[in-house]
């Protein structure tokens, strides 16, 4: 993949705007609706492993269509927390 096409998220909580800044971090809001979820549990190395599951396998057995809207991750703790083997992350695949 060309670079220039490649991006990403990440998403955190503020208390208020986000100045302009030249990392072009800026205000957003992930939209509300309906979701499937599954739980990774494990290195974030493996999340592929779910996300592969949550298009390839369950969305066509589940008769849902997709919603034109990012697939996003909820991080539940962090590698400076607890082991790689305990890491818990949320994966949401926005639906209609």
Known sequence: MEPEKFRFD???????????NPQKVKNGVIPGGRCAMVRHRGPHERIDEKVYYLYRDWL??????????????HY??????VADYELMTDIYLPLK
């Open 76 to 81: 539940l703790n962090l590698r400076t927390e």
């Open 60 to 73: 066509p057995a589940s008769g849902k269509e997709l919603r034109d809207a990012n697939l996003f991750f």
């Open 10 to 20: 990440i998403c955190g909580e503020v208390d208020a705007r986000v100045p302009y």
